[in-house]
């Protein structure tokens, strides 16, 4: 629980640092105000799949004991990950933009696989939740509940 707590608390820290980058970096760079940049999405990102996303699974996991399954630390640490290679992007994309640089490729190449991680990341959840849930209505499961 404690990690899950550490991880959800530093996406709040990174979520809102990112939303005072975004607006000084374009204010610094005479950036129009409302042209699009994908740095305008990253707080929202951090803020939702980071924070709201772990805090949920943290409320989950004082109930359902996810972490014993082993399916969990694989969640935790690919789902992670995944945010974290997106939001890099997000954040070296933005730049660029801002910059009046060309994106390149290899930027959206990398994207891509931290949105697959982040997908892999939601289906070890799923798969840890599900486990969770059998363990709990298992015939034994329920008869030391009802003693």
């Known amino acids: ?3 899950l707590f550490i991880a959800a608390a530093t996406w709040t820290a990174a ?3 990112s939303g005072v980058f975004y607006r000084e970096f374009t204010k610094l760079n005479q950036f129009p105000e409302g042209a699009p940049t994908q ?3 990253v707080h929202t ?3 939702a799949l980071g924070t709201l996303v772990l805090l949920i699974v943290l409320a989950l ?3 359902l004991e996810l ?3 082993r399916a969990f630390r694989w969640f935790f640490w690919t ?3 995944g945010l974290l290679v997106t939001a890099a992007m997000m954040i070296w994309h933005g730049s660029l933009t801002v910059l009046g640089q ?3 490729r290899i930027i959206a190449d990398i994207a891509g696989t931290g949105h697959a991680l982040i997908g892999a990341g939601f289906t070890l959840l799923l798969v840890t939740i599900g486990t969770a849930i059998r363990r709990r209505t298992e015939p034994g499961a329920i008869a030391a509940a009802q003693a």
């Open 39 to 41: 740095l305008a999405g």
């Open 102 to 104: 060309p994106a390149t």
């Open 45 to 47: 990102h951090l803020l």
């Open 79 to 81: 789902y992670n990950l």
């Open 61 to 63: 996991e004082s109930t």
């Open 1 to 3: 629980m404690r990690k």
């Open 67 to 69: 972490s014993r399954s």
């Open 15 to 17: 979520g809102l640092a």
